[in-house]
């Protein structure tokens, strides 16, 4: 077994955090990680991405090689697209239908969300919606998390065991808010990901 | 479980691990997570490290020199371009030698993710003649810093340890091992080696010289320099570092068809190189960086064509390498990707929202008209940021502190209204020599320091320069007429027009501190920067 997750987004919005809820799984499972992340200038408000690889075997490659990604998860649409190079054949796509705008030249929302339905496996979701209800955009990286859940290959208690491990220095209401993100998110999609799987 | 760690961060626990005493570091882009896991360290507390960020790479390295001449195990950590800034002690103290287990992290930035330049450290070490260490993943990360002072102590060397971007930014899970004792003090016997005048320091070179042979036969024997020969004979691997594991990334299942020597310990085993050389018919070099080793194998044997890597052009010149990299090297089929779709468009990064660097931009901007578009030299930090549109403003950035003494040389050829953009962190890392420089000749150049109280495109550390910009300022000689302060927010934005017209016309020093803190200081960081300035004032 050899998961590959590419997370993507723009400088601060949280894809490390998403990256580090499945690391803490990962390792609770005793399985092997591998995830590699964008330090430095880049992080100010530039296109970030972050390779997360999981196996029971020994990683080699900190890096996924092109057209290997099992699945691009990402916070962001125009930086979902970014990274198709490396989608595998079946991978899948679950993105966050909300555009993060700070460049005169961002397309059209509609033509970014056209070109993620051309491939076959896809989910998008207006976590940043979702999470903005339950009580703070910045949690829609749990919506979807909770959505691509039944993608990646780590049982749900081990993911949820990762959140409440990470977030609870923070507060219990900060918990259950997260917790709330992820299962709100898990629940929009699961019709989108029976769907594709049974076809 | 294990604990999951950066390869930075699996560095900085090996070295608590191994018995440190003081890391010694200047914050720099994919290096400085290391020295801050150990200021948050709480065991690296409890053992009394010394962990406080230094001025600049300089400074840190003789630091650490002092700390191991008194028989401490030191470290002094840096990305690739701060060994340019130390690389006086670098090369001195490897003629001298030290005492207490001494060890150079040199984190190297190819394909210049957050760099100017993708400089090999590799060469340095092989400049200073001393061992060099490259791991190739974290766990090795880990296990070689636990027993790099050793090596260090052993050969009574500093030891370089290099580390690249892709390594110093991904986490695995690491294994950690016991915790050694740190070294008590204890000052070395003779300490005529460390007075380098040129007597002492011929002896010193001869032994450095004569050392060779001996580290290329710990090369030899180390476990880090692994060769493996398989009966196929037809091509054989020489991977170095990190490039191992794009090399296993792609022959994994297929290893035993493949003859490699793994590096991770330089100078090269010599030995094992020309087995694997004759035992194959074609040598394929994968290196992250510079073609180092290629190069020495072509020293090595006379047949060229047999040798294959970057300077044949099956790996390409510049730039990191990757999985689908290394396969084309060794030939291995790759179906070609999807495309990104056309409408994807770049997004650069850029200043935060709300960020002082960019109202001080427009203040400069407003003047351009006036002072040509050509005349505003800048340094290394965020607001480099401002040479990219919308403001264009900067046009020069090439090393830390450069804004101040090439707008001094440019003035001295003649051109005018030159300013020099310069932060408040690299004004204190680089830039007071050359402020003195122009005050000594009162050359007519405007230096603005952006002071943002942090080192801030690195994560906001502690800057030295905090409270104490308009003294060192005043010391060095810039008249008090001209030593102006400004607040660059819209509401001045006219005051701050006029101030800097001012300032331009006057035929000598000038320094303008622009003073906001950073936006991405948090509430504390900013209380403790007030208490700071208070205590000192």
Request: aromatic share 6%; net charge negative.
């Amino acid at each position: 077994m050899k998961t590959n997750i590419i997370l993507s987004g723009v400088g601060g919005q949280g894809i490390l955090t998403i990256a580090a809820v499945l690391d803490t799984a990962a390792l609770s499972e005793n399985l092997f990680v591998k995830q590699s992340e964008v330090h430095g200038m880049s992080q100010r408000g530039g296109a970030v991405q972050c390779h997360v690889r999981i196996s029971d075997k020994e990683i080699f490659s900190d890096l996924i090689p092109e057209g290997k990604a099992d699945l691009i998860l990402s916070v962001e649409p125009m930086e979902l697209l970014r990274y198709i190079p490396f989608l595998n054949k079946y991978g899948w796509l679950v993105t966050d239908s909300h555009p993060f705008i700070n460049t005169d030249n961002y397309p059209e929302k509609n033509d970014l969300l056209e070109q993620i339905e051309k491939h076959p496996y896809h989910v998008i979701i207006n976590a940043t919606e979702i999470a903005k209800k339950i009580g703070n955009s910045k949690m829609a990286n749990m919506v979807l998390l909770g959505a691509a859940a039944s993608i990646i290959p780590l049982s749900e208690k081990s993911l949820l065991d990762a959140i409440k491990n990470l977030f609870q220095h923070k507060s219990e209401k900060i918990v259950s808010l997260n917790l709330e993100a992820f299962f709100a998110g898990k629940k929009i999609a699961k019709e989108m990901t029976d769907l594709a799987a049974n076809n | 479980m294990k604990s999951l760690l950066l390869g930075n961060e699996a560095l900085a626990q090996g070295s608590i691990d191994a018995g440190l005493s003081g890391v010694y570091a200047y914050p720099g882009t994919p290096s400085t997570e290391i020295t801050e896991y150990i200021q948050r360290s709480k065991l690296a507390k409890e053992l009394k490290i010394h962990t406080t960020w230094s001025v600049n790479e300089k400074t840190a390295m003789e630091s650490a020199l002092g700390m191991s001449y008194v028989g401490l195990r030191a470290m002094v950590v840096m990305k690739h371009v701060g060994l340019n800034v130390a690389s006086d002690v670098f090369m001195n103290m490897a003629v001298s030698g030290i005492n207490g287990g001494l060890v150079v992290v040199v984190a190297d930035d190819p394909s210049m993710h957050s760099s100017q330049n993708e400089q090999d450290s590799r060469f340095y070490g092989k400049f200073a003649m001393i061992p060099i260490l490259e791991p190739s993943n974290q766990q090795e990360a880990y296990d070689i810093m636990y027993n790099a002072f050793d090596l260090s102590e052993e050969l009574k060397l500093p030891v370089m340890l290099r580390m690249v971007t892709r390594l110093s930014h991904s986490r695995a899970g690491i294994e950690l091992r016991e915790r050694r004792a740190q070294n008590v003090m204890s000052l070395p016997d003779d300490t005529s080696r460390f007075a380098l005048i040129p007597m002492n320091a011929k002896k010193q070179f001869d032994k450095l010289v004569n050392k060779k042979s001996l580290l290329i036969e710990i090369s030899e024997n180390t476990s880090l320099n692994s060769l493996k020969l398989s009966e196929d004979r037809d091509i054989g691997i020489i991977a170095c570092g990190i490039a191992y594991n794009y090399v296993m990334e792609n022959i994994g299942d297929d290893v035993d068809y493949y003859s490699i020597l793994k590096i991770s310990q330089y100078p090269l085993p010599k030995k094992k190189i020309i087995k694997l050389y004759q035992h194959c018919h074609k040598v394929l070099v994968v290196e992250e960086g510079y073609p180092v080793v290629e190069e020495l194998l072509h020293n090595y044997f006379d047949d060229n064509d047999k040798i294959k890597g970057r300077l044949t052009g099956d790996i390409p010149q510049t730039g990191e390498l990757n999985p689908n990299i290394v396969a084309n090297s060794l030939g291995i089929f790759q179906a070609s990707p999807k495309a990104i779709p056309s409408i994807v468009a770049p997004r650069p990064p850029q200043l935060c929202e709300g960020c002082g660097h960019t109202d001080l931009f427009n203040t400069i901007n407003e003047l351009i008209p006036e002072i040509g578009n050509k005349s505003v030299f800048g340094d290394i930090g965020c607001y480099a940021l401002g040479a990219l549109p919308p403001l264009n403003t900067i046009n020069t950035l090439i090393d830390m502190g450069a804004s101040i003494t090439m707008a001094k040389g440019a003035t001295d050829a003649g051109l005018e209204n030159a300013i020099a953009v310069i932060g408040d962190s690299t004004f204190t890392h680089s830039g007071m020599t050359g402020l003195l420089d122009a005050v000594f000749e009162n050359s007519p150049i405007t230096v603005i320091i952006s002071d943002n109280s942090a080192i801030a495109m690195t994560g906001a550390q502690e800057s030295s320069a905090v409270g104490r910009l308009h003294n060192i300022c005043l010391g060095l000689g810039v008249h008090p007429d001209h030593l102006k302060k400004m607040v660059p927010l819209k509401k001045n934005h006219d005051e701050n027009v006029a101030l800097l017209r001012n300032e331009l016309k006057y035929k000598g020093v000038s320094v303008i501190i622009s003073e906001r803190p950073c936006v991405r200081l948090s509430r504390d960081q900013k209380e403790e920067i007030k208490a700071k300035i208070a205590s000192l004032s």
